[in-house]
């Protein structure tokens, strides 16, 4: 038995529906590459606000929203943050989805627009989306012309090299060295580039000091770049130290900066040295103006024997009394004594006529 295999025809116009609303019925979409930024206005004049939102960024990272003038999203701020208005940015926390929304109010940025709304990361693997706004009433010029020639480009990891001496520890500036590879994708050559490294503390903006490089960079080649940076003095804490060529930051680098605890120790000794220095000055300046009584001898420190008992003697009568007292009152308490009576003043050892004495003779009387 044969049968007939009937083929189902379906419209053009049905295929092109499903098509389309396939993506929102479940199916795979291409996500955006890299974070997202979208205002709720395009345009806006001072002293007003804009909600910005965003998506793709890192889960509960610590983004920055600022105002620039003299950027577009394809060529970035020129200028860094010199462009934005620092005293009105924002911050804001992602979500463990990596969305945040924000309120920011508009501000006039101290160059002229076009403007954008530039948020970037604060800490971490930097990051950044920028989102055209119209500030209404600000003025607006052109931007300066791109460079032709060599293009420098960052061809491997920043690295901070060296490390503390011991007068870092009493609060020296700390120094290290920035190393980089850099190598001229353009089509001519560099000739001295001049850098500029800057290190920023917690939310602050980073100080920029010029660097140059001497050397010539012809296009196509690489070269390795060592630029010093240095801290003010008992600086301490976690640090971003940045790299900036031709108005735009090239890399990030954190670096954590110990506490210099050799100067908390000197705070501290010198909280115990003076005080006592004080008082000791203090108690000789007492003592010298301090009033004396009249006729009042100064006491001295003297060495004294100690007085042993005097054991009593047997008197001359046979009892036992005192100590007879000595002939001379000058001599002292343990000088022999003297024979009453002799002219001479012949010494004599101690003796007793008690007629019960077994030395003393004893006379018989008559019988």
């Not at 419209?11 to 979409?29: C, E, H, Q, R």
């Not at 800057?198 to 001497?214: I, K, L, N, T, Y």
């Not at 909280?271 to 004080?278: D, I, Q, S």
């Not at 100690?306 to 007292?325: A, D, M, N, V």
Request: glycine share 12%.
């Amino acid at each position: 038995m044969s049968g007939k295999v009937r083929v189902l025809r379906v419209p053009a116009v049905v295929v092109a529906l499903i098509a389309l609303f396939l993506p929102a019925l479940g199916g795979p979409a291409h996500a955006a590459d890299g974070p997202v930024v979208k205002l709720s206005v395009t345009q806006a004049g001072a002293g007003g606000s804009v909600t910005v939102t965003g998506s793709g960024w890192r889960s509960h990272t610590l983004l920055m929203l600022l105002v620039c003038g003299r950027a577009t999203p394809e060529r970035g701020v020129i200028g860094g943050t010199n462009s934005c208005a620092n005293g009105d940015g924002r911050a804001v926390t992602t979500d463990a989805q990596g969305a945040f929304s924000r309120k920011l109010p508009v501000a006039e940025p101290p160059v002229p627009c076009p403007c954008v709304v530039h948020v970037a990361t604060v800490t971490g693997a930097r990051a950044e989306a920028d989102a055209v706004l119209q500030v209404a009433g600000h003025p607006v010029a052109p931007l300066p012309a791109e460079q032709s020639g060599g293009r420098l480009a960052i061809l491997s990891d920043t690295r901070l090299t060296g490390s503390s001496g011991l007068l870092t520890w009493f609060g020296a500036p700390p120094s290290r060295t920035l190393v980089f590879t850099v190598g001229n994708t353009g089509a001519g050559a560099i000739k001295d580039p001049v850098f500029q490294v800057g290190s920023a503390h917690g939310v602050f903006a980073p100080q920029w000091d010029d660097r140059q490089w001497h050397g010539t960079l012809a296009p196509g080649r690489k070269a390795e770049v060592r630029l010093p940076v240095e801290l003010s003095a008992g600086a301490h804490g976690d640090y971003i130290v940045s790299l900036k060529y031709d108005g735009r930051v090239l890399a990030e680098q954190p670096w954590g900066v110990g506490r210099p605890w050799g100067v908390t120790l000197f705070w501290i000794l010198l909280c115990l040295v003076v005080p006592a220095a004080l008082f000791r000055v203090g108690m000789a300046v007492v003592d010298r103006v301090r009033p004396r009584r009249p006729g009042a001898a100064r006491l001295t420190r003297t060495l004294r024997l100690p007085q042993l008992p005097r054991l009593p003697l047997l008197s001359r009568t046979g009892g036992r009394g005192t100590e007879p007292p000595p002939t001379n009152p000058t001599l002292p308490w343990f000088a022999p004594d003297s024979v009453p009576g002799d002219p001479a003043g012949r010494l004599s050892a101690p003796h007793n006529d008690s007629p019960t004495s077994p030395t003393t003779p004893t006379t018989k009387g008559p019988t």
